[in-house]
């Protein structure tokens, strides 16, 4: 895998490109609602955006709806 990845570094600037914009919108949604640990778990866990993707679709909705 390290060979590949040497031989092959577009993928980790493709995966970068992936992650900082999922984990960005997720953050800022997490500050937003308050929900703190979320915020924290979202800033240390790196999962690939799933995480991420995750809290913006699913859970951050559920807290909006139950606010309202």
Known sequence: MEQFLI???WVIWLALAW???WKG???WH???L?????FIALLIV???AVL?????????????KQKN
């Not at 308050?34 to 979320?38: G, Y």
């Open 25 to 27: 919108i997720a953050l």
């Open 19 to 21: 992650i900082i914009p």
């Open 34 to 38: 308050n929900h703190k640990w979320w």
């Open 30 to 32: 997490a500050a937003k």
């Open 52 to 64: 991420e993707i995750l809290y913006i679709f699913i859970f951050s909705k559920v807290k909006e």
């Open 7 to 9: 031989e092959n570094p």
């Open 46 to 48: 790196n999962t690939l």
